[in-house]
């Protein structure tokens, strides 16, 4: 299976996954919208109340800077705090297969990913 084909197949799931998707701000919610992943929320003004809206467990969909991970960090203990767990398989999948930095960039890696498979290459 080619990455761009584990990418697609990890969106699907992302899509029909009903759980709460966390992610740090507006336009990470509307990058992963526009790959229609739905029942996203950001917690860029307070991560306590993302966790209480969450269903659980939580999907969470931080950046991959320091601030993404300290906050992946502090919504783990949020959520268990409240009895809820997180789900970071997502996060370390997305990672890998795409390579990003930060949430926001996904729409885009998508489609570079896909013009280079195509094309037999990384990038076309």
């Known amino acids: 299976m ?3 084909e584990k990418l697609e197949l990890l ?3 992302l899509r029909e996954n009903k759980n709460t998707k ?10 992963l919208e526009s790959l229609g992943i739905t029942n996203v929320i950001t917690c860029s003004k307070s991560p306590q109340q993302a966790a209480g809206k969450a269903s659980d ?29 997180a789900d970071l398989s997502y996060r370390r999948r997305l990672r ?4 990003i930095t ?12 896909r ?7 990384n990038v076309c």
Do not use: F, M, W
């Open 57 to 85: 467990p939580a999907v969470i969909l931080t950046d991959y800077d320091r601030t993404g991970r300290r906050l992946a960090s502090l919504l783990v203990e949020l959520l268990h705090d409240l009895g809820k767990t």
């Open 22 to 31: 966390i992610v740090e701000g507006s336009k990470d919610k509307k990058a």
């Open 11 to 13: 969106l699907q799931e």
């Open 2 to 4: 080619t990455r761009a």
């Open 102 to 113: 930060r949430i926001e960039e996904l729409p885009k890696k998508i489609e570079k990913i």
């Open 115 to 121: 013009r280079g498979e195509a094309c037999g290459k």
């Open 96 to 99: 890998k297969l795409s390579e």
